[in-house]
Every structure is written in C-alpha cells, then in structure tokens.
C-alpha cells in the first residue's frame, strides 16, 4: 500500500474547542436577535409574558441553525464533508427557518378563553 496516498486522504474529527467562536458567535448572535425583539415589542407596548416566550424559542431556534452551519463549514474545512454537502446542509437550514417562520407569521398570539361568554355560544344558552 502506498503510504503517500494514505496520507493525502487523511481525515481529522472535529474538534468541539475549534468550534467554540463559532458557537459563541452564533448563540451571540440569537441573544441579540431576542434582545432587539423584545425591545421592539415593549417600544411599541406589545410585549407580553407569551410573546417574550415566543420571541426567546424563536432566538433558540435561530442560534441553533447558525450552529449546524457552523459546524458544516468546520467538517467541510476538515475534509469530512464535500462542498455540495455543506451547502445542503446551510440552505436546508435556511429553508426550515423561512417555512417556519411563514407558518407562524399568520397564527395570533393572544387566545382568550373565558366561561360564560355572553356572545350567544351554544354552551352558554342550552334552553333551560
């Protein structure tokens, strides 16, 4: 066996301290995200505990994404994926982010429920 071809396809594991400021980066980037939200919210006197809740999982969900390209572009730069693979892996990424936040820009946030609504449901008039 030639050693010289060995050694030229040689792979290294990826190492979590080498991931580390890209992480960082990433969750900064989520909290920053959060933060600006939720300053916007309580500016225009929308923010609410369910929004603020709402607001904080989609940061989470945001910062997680960015740290699955993080590390797609750190196994791509160690030679363990291809360049298409990386790319797949970012766009998919993106792509889930886009849908869901689409999803959920037409849902409204604030449901109440209150027993004995006087609008005429049929709970509240049974004929009695």
Do not use: K
Not at 22 to 32: D, E, V
């Amino acid at each position: 066996m030639d050693l010289r071809f060995a050694q030229g396809f040689a792979v290294t594991p990826l190492d979590l301290s080498n991931l580390v400021p890209h992480l960082l980066g990433a969750w900064a980037t989520g909290l920053i995200w959060v933060a600006i939200q939720l300053g916007r919210g309580a500016w225009h006197g929308r923010l609410s505990f369910r929004s603020a809740r709402v607001t904080a999982a989609q940061g989470a969900s945001c910062a997680c994404a960015l740290s699955v390209c993080a590390m797609a572009a750190a196994a791509y730069s160690n030679n363990l994926i291809s360049h298409g693979v990386e790319g797949l892996i970012i766009v998919s990424q993106w792509a889930a982010m886009a849908s869901a936040a689409t999803a959920c820009d037409g849902v409204t946030p604030e449901l109440e429920f209150r027993g004995g609504d006087p609008s005429g449901s049929s709970d509240s008039d049974s004929g009695s």
